[in-house]
């Protein structure tokens, strides 16, 4: 059986060409593995195929992933119960990586480009993902009242966000000298900056500074979230800044916030 009805039914739910290309990959890999027709596989071949997955040190999220694809085809499309006994790999808990103030104003301060300075900025300032910094769009931003609008963030919803003084202020300055009439705030050669542009200029801005942590954008989305936290705003508010629509994920954030640990006085200090 081919996987047309698979992408039949990703699309009819709407979900991003990025799920339909994940999922369609994984089945087809998952065919290719086990050299049998859809109707014909069982537990003990998705066993196998997540066994050999992990033997090639898959990391646990790439499998889970896999197997979401699985489920969907084989339960939401074929409607066969093949994962009564199949648990997915427990996720590393990793501490997400998180840059000091200083830290960032030297990122800021090695970046001469002022366009790459600006994505910086928003992607701190705002605590964007940066697919939704890039997808941006001058009438997304209203500069009076100092927020903005995410469009189709993750999960297609739409979300407010916070617009700094000092991000307006520059954005003013850069838009000011653009020419171009593109509706995007980050534009390349009149197209929207990609997501593989924008990792580069934040890389690029670290090796600049000198910064030795591993850098990238995700790592201003995560400083602005401990940030928040170390001043004090409310961690549903932080969530909802950051489009979570689950708690804990706004709540890793509470485990790296340096400046909260350092005001624990030692018991030993009071021997």
Known sequence: MTLEKLETEIRIRGLSDKTVAAYLYHNKSFLEFIKKDSEKVDEDDIKAYVAR??????????????????????????????????????????????????????????????????????????????????????????????????????????????LSSNFINDLKRYLGERKDDNPYVFAVSGHQMSVRQAQSVVTEAARKAGIRKRVFCHCLRSSFATHLLEAGTDIRVIQELLGHSNLATTERYTRVSNEQLKKVKSPFDDM
């Open 53 to 162: 997955l992990m033997s090639e040190k898959k990391k646990a999220a790439s499998v889970n992933l896999a197997l979401s694809a699985l489920k969907f085809y084989y339960h939401e499309v074929l409607h066969r119960s093949v994962f009564v006994t199949i648990k997915p790999p427990k996720s590393e808990k990793k501490i997400p990586t998180v840059l000091s103030k200083e830290e960032i104003k030297k990122l800021l301060e090695a970046t001469k480009n002022f366009k790459h300075r600006l994505l910086i900025e928003i992607l701190y300032s705002s605590g964007l993902r940066v697919s939704e910094a890039v997808g941006l769009k001058k009438d997304d931003l209203d500069l009076q009242d100092k927020m903005g609008m995410v469009r189709g963030g993750k999960g297609k919803k739409d979300r407010h966000i916070i």
